[in-house]
C-alpha cells in the first residue's frame, strides 16, 4: 500500500483535495466552519463545525457532487500573503481560524492562505494549480471528533476522503478498501464466534469457546517451537508493588499508561510490561558464565492504558499478552544468538506465510545512557547478526531507545499492509538498574548482556492480524472446526453421520454436526459462509458403501473417499501444518 501522507506528489493532491471538500461543504452549509485538514496515511480529513448539524454517510454523495462541479469549473488556487493582523481581520468571524492565527508567531512566519474562486482558507501550502487537478477522490467516511481531541471541547464532523491521479489507482484503492471491510477482523471475529467486546471491560477482549481453541494451539505452538529453541519458561505476578517500578524506572516513565491498585494500604501497579518480574526471576539465583545464554520466556499479561477512542477490537486494547522473552548472555555470544534468533522468528512468519522486512534502529542522537562503544559493537553486530542470516535490514538512524539499540520486524499481510510485530531490543538500562551478574572464569561478577524480544508481539493482535490475512479461512491446523458434517436427511443418515463425527473425533480432529432441521442447500451455504475447511455431505451413496463425501472450501466438487483414507488425508494436512 501507498502511504500517502509520506509520497510527496499524493501528499499535495490528498491536502489540496480536502480544501475542496472544505470549498464544496461551505457552498452546501454556508454556516460552515473549519478546523484541520490534514494528510493522513491513508488520505486526509477535515474536522468542520456545522453548528447543530450532524452528518450521516448519506450526506456524502451530495457533497461529492460539488466538489466535483467545482473541480470540473477549473478555478486557479492562489497563494495569499498575509500579515498577522490583516489575518486576524480576514478571519474574525471564525474563532477557529483565529484560535490558530493568534498562535503563530508574528516575526518569523508570513500567513498564507489559499483562495479558489469565492473560498479561502488559511494553509501553509503547497497546494496544486487548479481545482480540476482533483479528478479521482472519494469521500470514505464521517464521525464525530472533538475539537483539539477533548472531550469537554465541541463535537466537529470530521469527514475523511482519499484523492489519486488516476481513475485506476482510486478504482484500485476502493476495491483494496472493500476487500479489506470484508476481512475486517471484528466483523469476522463475531461471525465466526471467536471473540467479544464486552460494553463492560472496553479495550478487555473475551475470547469465545472456537477463539480459545485458535488461541490454544497458537500458544502451544508457541511453547513447542520455543523449548526446541532452548528456553525456559516462567510466569510473573500480575500485580506488583510500587517499588519495584520505581527501581525498573517505569513509575517515573510510564507512569501515565499504568493501572494501580492498593492493597494493605500500599500502592501497587499492574504490569504494563513483563521486563521487572523478569529481572527479578534472574536475580533469584546465582549464574556462572558456563549457564548462558539464558533464555527465559514468558507469555506475559499487561495492561496498558489507551485512550476509549484508540481502540480498536484486537489490535488496540488495554489487556494483551505479549509472547516475550529476555535473553541473557555473555557479550561472546551476542553475535551468535541473534543469528539463531533472526532465524527463529523467519520460521514462525513462514508457517504464517507472511513475508517480513527488518529495521534496525540506532543510538539516539543526544539522549542516551551507556558507553558509546558499547553501542558502535551492539549495532554492528545486530546488523552484521542480518547479514550472517542472509537478512537485508533497513537502517533509521537515531531510532533507538535510549537504553539500546533494536531490530522491528514488520510483516506484510495478503492484502500487502504492513504490521510491525517482532522486535529484537538490546537493554543496558535494567541490568544496571537492577544489578544484575554473573560470575566469569576468574571468579569475577560481570553484567551480563540483555534482550527483550517478541515474535507475535501480542497474542491478541496477531490473532487479529491473522484472521484478516486469511479472510477468516485458516489452515486446517489453526481452524477451530476443522470439519463440518451434514446428514442430507436427519431423518435417514443422522444415525450414520454420528458414527463418523464419533470416528473423526477420536482421531483428535475437531468436528461439527449440523443436525438442525434445515435445508439441505442452507446448511451447505451456512458452511461455507462459517469457513470451514472440509464439510460432509452423508447421504444414502455414503451411509450404504461406507464411505464419506466431502467438499474442499472454496470448491464445488464433491470428493467420495473412505473414512480410512479421509482421516489419513486430514491427519497429514495438520501435521504439515499446510497452508
Ligand atoms: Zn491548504
Ligand atoms: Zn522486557
Not at 470484508?182 to 464466534?193: Q, S, T
Not at 475470547?207 to 526446541?228: A, D
Not at 531490530?407 to 531490543?425: A, K, M, Y
Request: charged share 30%; hydrophobic share 35%.
Amino acid at each position: 500500500m501507498k502511504d500517502i501522507k509520506n509520497d510527496e506528489k499524493l501528499n499535495v493532491l490528498n491536502h489540496s483535495c480536502a480544501h475542496l471538500l472544505a470549498h464544496a461543504v461551505k457552498h452546501i452549509y454556508p454556516n460552515a466552519k473549519f478546523w484541520v485538514g490534514p494528510v493522513i496515511d491513508n488520505g486526509f480529513y477535515y474536522d468542520i463545525d456545522l453548528g447543530d448539524i450532524t452528518l450521516t454517510e448519506e450526506d456524502l454523495p451530495n457533497i461529492e457532487r460539488e466538489m466535483k462541479k467545482i473541480s470540473k469549473s477549473d478555478k486557479l488556487i492562489k497563494r495569499i500573503e498575509l500579515s498577522k493582523n490583516e489575518a486576524l481581520d480576514m478571519f474574525k468571524d471564525d474563532e477557529y481560524k483565529i484560535d490558530l492565527i493568534s498562535r503563530m508567531d508574528e516575526n518569523d512566519t508570513i500567513i498564507s492562505a489559499y483562495r479558489q474562486d469565492d473560498f479561502i482558507d488559511l494553509c501553509r501550502g503547497p497546494h496544486m494549480h487548479s481545482t480540476k487537478d482533483m479528478k479521482y477522490f472519494k469521500l470514505l467516511k464521517v464521525s464525530g471528533a472533538y475539537w483539539k481531541g477533548d472531550a469537554n471541547n465541541k463535537m466537529l464532523q470530521r469527514i475523511y476522503g482519499v484523492c489519486f491521479e488516476t481513475e485506476d489507482d482510486l478504482n484500485k484503492y476502493l476495491e483494496f478498501l472493500e476487500e479489506a471491510k470484508k476481512r475486517d477482523h471484528k466483523k469476522l471475529g463475531k461471525e465466526l464466534e471467536l471473540f467479544m467486546i464486552s460494553e463492560y471491560g472496553p479495550g478487555f477482549p473475551f475470547f469465545l469457546p472456537k477463539g480459545m481453541i485458535l488461541r490454544n494451539i497458537l500458544e502451544n505452538y508457541w511453547y513447542e517451537e520455543h523449548t526446541k529453541e532452548g528456553y525456559q519458561f516462567v510466569k510473573t505476578p500480575i500485580m506488583l508493588s510500587k517499588e519495584l517500578w520505581e527501581v525498573s524506572g517505569h513509575w517515573y516513565n510510564y507512569r501515565e499508561n499504568m493501572y494501580t491498585s492498593e492493597i494493605d494500604d500500599k500502592v501497587f501497579a499492574i504490569k504494563p510490561m513483563n521486563c521487572p518480574g523478569g529481572m527479578l526471576v534472574y536475580k533469584n539465583s546465582l549464574h556462572s558464565y558456563k549457564d548462558l545464554p539464558i533464555r527465559m520466556g514468558e507469555l506475559g499479561l499487561v495492561h496498558r492504558h489507551e485512550a476509549s477512542g484508540a481502540l480498536n477490537g484486537l489490535f488496540r486494547v488495554r489487556t494483551f499478552t505479549q509472547d516475550d522473552a529476555h535473553i541473557f548472555m555473555r557479550e561472546d555470544q551476542m553475535e551468535e544468538e541473534i543469528i539463531r534468533l533472526i532465524g527463529f522468528i523467519d520460521r514462525v512468519y513462514s508457517l504464517f506465510k507472511l513475508p517480513y522486512s527488518i529495521e534496525l534502529s540506532t543510538r539516539p542522537e543526544d539522549k542516551y545512557i551507556g558507553d558509546i562503544e558499547v553501542w558502535n559493537r551492539s549495532e554492528k553486530i545486530l546488523e552484521e547478526a542480518c547479514k550472517k542470516a542472509g537478512k537485508e535490514c533497513k537502517i533509521n538512524p537515531g531510532d533507538g531507545a535510549f537504553y539500546g539499540p533494536k531490530l522491528d520486524f514488520h510483516v506484510t499481510d495478503s492484502l500487502g499492509r504492513e504490521w510491525q510485530c517482532g522486535t529484537i531490543q538490546l537493554d543496558m538500562n535494567l541490568p544496571e538498574r537492577f544489578d544484575l551478574n554473573y560470575i566469569d572464569q576468574n571468579g569475577k561478577k560481570v553484567r551480563p548482556i540483555m534482550l527483550h524480544r517478541v515474535i507475535f508481539g501480542s497474542v491478541e493482535r496477531f490473532i487479529g492480524i491473522l484472521i484478516e490475512h486469511f479472510a477468516g479461512a485458516f489452515p486446517l491446523w489453526l481452524s477451530p472446526v476443522q470439519v463440518n458434517i451434514i446428514p442430507v436427511n436427519n431423518e435417514y443418515h443422522l444415525e450414520y453421520s454420528k458414527k463418523i463425527k464419533e470416528l473423526l473425533e477420536k482421531e483428535n480432529i475437531r468436528v461439527e454436526l449440523d443436525d438442525r432441521e434445515e435445508k439441505l442447500s442452507y446448511k451447505m451455504r451456512e458452511s461455507v459462509v462459517k469457513k470451514n475447511p472440509y464439510t460432509l455431505i452423508l447421504g444414502d451413496k455414503e451411509r450404504d458403501s461406507k464411505t464419506i463425501s466431502y467438499r474442499l472450501r472454496g470448491s464445488n466438487e464433491t470428493i467420495n473417499m473412505s473414512i480410512k483414507d479421509f482421516i489419513k488425508k486430514l491427519e497429514k494436512e495438520i501435521t504439515n501444518k499446510g497452508i
